[in-house]
Structure formats: structure tokens, C-alpha cells
């Protein structure tokens, strides 16, 4: 098997026990990108030989002195600071700015030992990766990088590892540092990650300090109680999207687990609407500088949005800070009875075509409500 097939955590084990440098994975992971990018175009920003350089000082490092994910190479967001790197926000207004800092969870990352690798869909070129982290979840689907930063303000983590195959994890608002990252919607943006094993997760939230409050561990689910959420929306969901979660329901009671049906009620039926309106509202004032500086460079629906700011109104701005603040302890109380919540990520698999990124729909319940921790897959 070649080194750019494994996982995270694989890749540590085998640089840890000296079986593999990190030179020869970075090597691995950059003739594997020369031979697919062409057809994926997952990276903004790409330098073999910053990477191969890194690599080999990294490879220097003395083995009493590595942290815990030394080695690992990590794909990072483009509206995420790196300070060895240009940070273009997918904007020309951008265009090769190199920031004099990284930001707070690369400067984590880089601190834990990882190499900062860089930033269409990784099985079908016809079919949208979905979401603005589609490069990132791409990149992880295609095995040229392991793990890569994402980050969600409606649907952008779940969404694009659904429709690539592989695992997101956005974790609670706030707990990974958001210093140093573009803001869309500062009451919702979440910094998270993609990667091919869950096990990969475990290790990120570790360096992260991602923990609960109670430590959840068991060796099976057998009477374990789960919910299963469908929401007011689930008359959208598609055939596939229905399929998986009658399957995932089977999967459990096959192990012995308890599932409930969980409605929401009718209260919960404007959380969306309020949710689209803070996005609406806030995205348009983080855009306001550079629309400002140079509108005529700024995509024309992102211009538009900050154009139409003023026909929501303050109150109707307030009416939903309000109103999913007072929502939010309610549907911790509801979970609390479960070990986990399972809700649909997207309608049903990638649509055709990459001027449709997917409908977040699925996702924005649970992203502004703050205290979940979303794990999409397919």
C-alpha cells in the first residue's frame, strides 16, 4: 500500500515507530497530488518545495522534542491565515497576500508538530463537492492529504464530506479558536475538520482540548438509547438520503441499541429562517470592507447581499438572536435523554454540475443551535 493511502492516525504510528519519515510521506502525498489535481483542482496554493523542505527539518527534529502529531501533514481552509502562504479568501481582492501570522488553530497545529501542506469533487468531476470547504473535503477524499481545516456557517463541513464520501466533524461554537479566519457569520462560523477515519478525529480533538463534560466511553451500543431527527424538512430528503437513515436505524437495533423518533415541534420549525437571516445580516457586514474597498471584484451575489443588507430589519435581526438563544437549552434538554442525535446532512447525493453547491437546509438547524457536535458522513 502506498504511503498516501493511510489515515492520520496510521501515518503517525508508522513516522513515530521510524518505519516511514516524513519527507517520504510528503513525497508520497505530492506525486499523488501531481498525478490527480489536474481532474480534483482541490488547492489554492501549492509549493513541493516549501512542503519538501519542511518535511526534511521536520524529519531533524529530535524524537524527545516532537509533538504529538509531528509529521502530519494538514490541508487548511483559504480563508484560514498562513503565515508561509498566501490567504486569497478565493477573492482577486486577495490576491497573493501573505499574512505575518498564522492563525490560532495553524498556530496549534504547527505547534503539535504537523506540516502545513496547503489549500471538483474527488469521485465524479461532473457532480458538485458541495460547500465552501469543498477543496478541503476533496483533497482528504482524493488521499492527497490525510486531514484538512474546514469551516461551517450553515452546512460547509457536513455538506461537502457527505457528497465526497468521507467524515466531517464540526464541533460546538467556540471551542476551536476562530482568531485569525475570514468571518462570514460570526454567530454561527465554526472551525472543524474532514478526514477519512474517525479515529483521525480523536487525535485532532485532543490537541484542540476538545473534551465534554462527562467522558463518553463504552465498548458497544448495546442499550444505548439514540434519537433519530428528522425535522419539519424532511419531506425534501431523497431517496438515497432516505435509504441511509433507514439503514442507519437497522444498523443499531441489529447491536442491541434503543432508537426513539424525535420531533422537534412546531417552535423549532423557525430556527432556519432565523439562522439565514443572521447569515444574511452578518455576512453582509463582514463583506462590508471589502466591498468597500473594491466591489467591482467582489462576486456579484456577495455584492448584492451587502447591497440588500438594510430590507431586514434590526428587529427582525433581534427577533432571532432571541428566539434560537431560547430554543437552544430546550433541545439540550430533549437530547440530554440520548447518547447521540442522528439527523440527515444532506437532501441526497451530489447534484450534478458545480454551479450548485447543495441545499445546507439539512445542516443549519443544528449548526446554529450552538451545542452540537455535527458529524457528517456518507
Known sequence: MEPWHHTATQILENIRSGNLTVEQYASSLLERIKQRDDDVKAWAYLDPKSVLEQARALDQ???????????????????ILTKDMPTEHGSTIYKNDHPVI????????????????????????????????????????????????????????????????????????GTITREGQKFCAPTVDTIGF?????????????????HDDENSTFDNIKGLKFAVCRTSKWDLAGEG??????????????HGAEVEELD???????????????????????????????????????AKGVQEKHKISRKAQLDAYDGLAALRPRFDKMADKYVAVLVPSVFD??????????????????????????????
Request: glycine share 10%; proline share 6%; hydrophobic share 45%.
Open 61 to 79: 527534529v529530535p524524537k524527545y522534542q516532537r509533538g504529538p502529531l509531528h509529521g502530519l501533514p494538514v490541508g487548511i481552509k483559504d480563508i
Open 102 to 173: 498564522d492563525a490560532g488553530s495553524v498556530m496549534v497545529l504547527r505547534q503539535a508538530g504537523c506540516l502545513i501542506f496547503a489549500t471538483r469533487n474527488a469521485h465524479s468531476a461532473a457532480h458538485t463537492p458541495g460547500g465552501s470547504s469543498a477543496g478541503s473535503a476533496a483533497a482528504v477524499a482524493d488521499f492527497q492529504i490525510p486531514v484538512a481545516l474546514g469551516s461551517q456557517t450553515v452546512g460547509s463541513i457536513v455538506r461537502p464530506a457527505a457528497f465526497n464520501g468521507i467524515y466531517g466533524f464540526k464541533p460546538t461554537w
Open 194 to 210: 474532514f478526514s477519512r477515519s474517525v479515529s483521525d478525529f480523536e487525535i485532532l480533538s485532543d490537541v484542540f482540548a476538545l
Open 241 to 254: 438520503t432516505i435509504a441511509a437513515m433507514d439503514k442507519a436505524v437497522e444498523l443499531l437495533k441489529a
Open 264 to 302: 422537534l415541534g412546531p417552535d423549532f420549525d423557525q430556527v432556519i429562517d432565523w439562522h439565514f437571516t443572521l447569515v444574511r445580516l452578518e455576512g453582509a457586514t463582514s463583506l462590508w470592507p471589502e466591498y468597500y474597498q473594491d466591489k467591482d471584484k467582489l462576486d456579484p451575489v456577495l
Open 349 to 378: 447525493e451530489a447534484p450534478e454540475g458545480l454551479g450548485n453547491t447543495g441545499s445546507p437546509v439539512f445542516a443549519a438547524t443544528w449548526t446554529v443551535s450552538g451545542s452540537m457536535l455535527d458529524l457528517g458522513f456518507c
